[in-house]
């Protein structure tokens, strides 16, 4: 089992399918059990459980609000 990955809000993250609109690049916007994202192409809102949303990041684009938090 890979360690948990770091997840912030606002973290910009390429996933490895891409959405219906054919965007692979979404925006944390919810932390919780489920992580919320917004597809930066579309602009539609998803809720994906934490585990499914770690093993389909492809790479992080640019980290959200990691610094004020650590
Ligand atoms: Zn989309």
Same mark, same amino acid.
């Given at each position: ?33 489920? &992580?919320? !994202?917004?597809? $930066? =192409?579309?602009? %539609? /809102? &998803?809720? !994906?459980?934490? $585990? =499914?949303?770690? %093993? /389909? &990041? ?13």
């Amino acid at each position: 089992m890979p360690p948990p990955i770091p997840l912030y809000l606002n973290d910009v993250v390429q996933l490895r399918k891409p959405h219906a609109c054919g965007g692979d690049t979404w925006q944390i916007v919810r932390l919780g059990a489920d &992580i919320g !994202l917004q597809c $930066a =192409t579309c602009g %539609r /809102r &998803i809720l !994906l459980p934490r $585990a =499914t949303l770690e %093993r /389909r &990041i492809k790479r992080f684009v640019s980290r959200g609000s990691a610094g004020e938090l650590e």
